[in-house]
């Protein structure tokens, strides 16, 4: 496990000291589970980022794809 030295804003802490003493559980805890989440949510937005990027490519290479089809067609 890895120390970390950090800043949060005032109001960001007192919520969640508020929210971990309700919870039973330590702040340590609390932020390791907030950072896992946060993670989560990043690669999700990063994967569906690049799969439209990809999805874009593949769009123009599948229209090329079907006009030279249409062409082929049109010569018979």
């Known amino acids: 496990m890895k120390v ?3 800043k949060l804003d005032d ?3 007192n919520e969640a000291e508020e929210i971990t003493h309700e919870l039973h559980i330590a702040r340590n805890r609390y932020i390791n589970e907030a950072v896992r989440i946060y993670n989560l949510v990043q690669k999700k937005r990063l994967l569906k980022k690049q799969l ?5 490519l593949t769009s123009k290479e599948s229209m090329d ?7 082929l067609l049109d010569e018979n």
Do not use: C
Request: a negative charge; proline letters at 0%.
């Open 11 to 13: 109001e960001i802490f």
């Open 52 to 56: 439209a990027k990809e999805s874009a």
């Open 4 to 6: 970390l030295s950090l």
């Open 65 to 71: 794809v079907l006009h030279e089809f249409e062409r």
